[in-house]
């Protein structure tokens, strides 16, 4: 019976320390309110057209309306091209898991050139920048996966990673720290993966810029009527904290020693 008591006070102690244990950093956003989340996003942007143009008549919109995040260029003449982006307030974490995601919808027809992206830049110097892209471009729609590091005048990676896409669907990052590996997410849900980078950090970790890493949705025309839009963000990033991961050690431990204890002085 003390047997059977133990075990259960056991049991009770690691289930009420569980939450405690296993659980996660995490934002989202369902862009249901129809305004920006200033704790979880700042407003960025730009637009250029040709010099001669007056800058300040700004054909591009990306604001939280009719329950999405709605990228909108209105552009008749297509004579410009731009983008807007959401800036997230927090940074992210290399020294533990996360991914991110979004759902998209393109309303523009394929025809038109134009992109959604959500991916990671430094906000500051934007020297570095990563992002999975659901693009819009002559007439395909394609996934596009890119790191872009200003200082070595820009590259992708890989060259040509392009995989057909529908007109809706998932895009997001997420890295796993035991392999050090980044995978671009695009297609149905958050398991369809179209390309990945190994060693990440250890081939990335050391670029300027790469610190300080902001998660971004950003909406993108290039001389075009483009209309795109967000929904349901997700960021997860995974924590355990240390002392409370001991304390489970310790307890299991001591446990294992009670009944050892218990067994010799039986014998």
């Known amino acids: 019976m003390k047997k059977v008591f133990f075990s259960i006070i056991m049991i009770l102690a690691i289930i009420a320390l569980m939450p405690l244990v296993s659980y996660a950093e995490v934002y989202t956003d369902d862009f249901n309110d129809g305004i920006m989340n200033t704790a979880l996003w700042t407003a960025a942007g730009n637009y250029w057209a040709r010099p001669s143009d007056n800058y300040s008549d700004d054909p591009f919109t990306f604001k939280e309306q009719n329950g999405v995040l709605n990228f909108v260029s209105n552009d008749p003449l297509h004579i410009y091209g731009g983008r807007k982006k959401y800036d997230s307030t927090w940074t992210v974490d290399f020294s533990r898991d996360f991914k991110f995601y979004a759902q998209y919808n393109t309303l523009s027809s394929a025809a038109l050139d134009g992109s959604v992206e959500i991916g990671l830049h430094n906000a500051f110097n934007n020297n570095f920048e990563l992002w999975s ?6 007439g395909a729609y394609v996934f596009d996966a890119t790191i872009d590091e200003v200082d ?9 990673v392009n995989a057909p896409r529908d007109a809706s669907g998932v895009i ?10 980044l995978d671009f997410i695009g297609g149905d849900d958050i398991s369809d993966v179209y390309a990945s980078i190994d060693n990440f950090t250890a081939t990335y970790g050391s670029y300027p810029g790469f610190e300080n890493l902001h998660v971004y949705l950003e909406g993108d025309s290039s001389f075009s009527d483009y209309n795109a839009s967000f929904d349901n963000f997700n960021y997860q990033s995974a924590v355990a904290p240390e002392p409370v991961s001991s304390m489970l050690f310790i307890l299991g431990g001591a446990a294992f020693g009670i009944k050892r204890f218990k067994k010799k002085s039986v014998l």
């Open 152 to 160: 070595d005048n820009g590259f992708s990676y890989p060259d040509s």
């Open 133 to 138: 892209g659901a693009y819009a471009a002559s």
């Open 172 to 181: 997001g990052i997420s890295y796993s720290k035991a392999y050090d590996r």
